[in-house]
């Protein structure tokens, strides 16, 4: 199993990325799959998912109403956009899968994980 995040980067305060996580060696359908994030020193931290069915998707408090987590089951991708971004969101970002999973906070939950992708916002 293979998670691959993408699109990571530098941006100004109050701009926008996309991150994407491709997902190959699973049967992606089945699949809760997470956002989470680490900040320096800090633990890592929930940051949006769906439940495998994708009826249900979560959001930390953190970034509600500026990040939208979506999927697409064809492309075995889940995606994370990111508006309104603020210096506080700097961290990297991990995409993670749970299978038949309902979409946890919890990163132990969590059976596989991506390598991760910076993302850093400045002031």
């Known amino acids: 199993v293979q998670l691959q995040a993408s699109g990571g980067g530098l941006v100004q305060a109050g701009g926008s990325l996309r991150l994407s996580c491709a997902a190959s060696g699973l049967t992606f359908s089945i699949y809760a799959l997470g956002w989470f994030r680490q900040a320096p020193g800090k633990e890592r931290e929930f940051v949006a998912a769906f439940s495998w069915s994708g009826g249900n998707i979560y959001y930390a408090d953190s970034v509600k109403g500026r990040f939208t987590i979506s999927r697409d089951n064809a492309k075995n991708t889940v995606y994370l956009q990111m508006n309104s971004l603020k210096p506080s969101d700097t961290a990297v970002y991990y995409c993670?899968?749970?299978?038949?999973?309902?979409?946890?906070?919890?990163?132990?939950?969590?059976?596989?994980w991506g390598q991760g992708t910076q993302v850093t916002v400045s002031s």
């Open positions: 993670a899968a749970d299978k038949v999973g309902s979409g946890s906070y919890y990163a132990k939950e969590y059976d596989y």
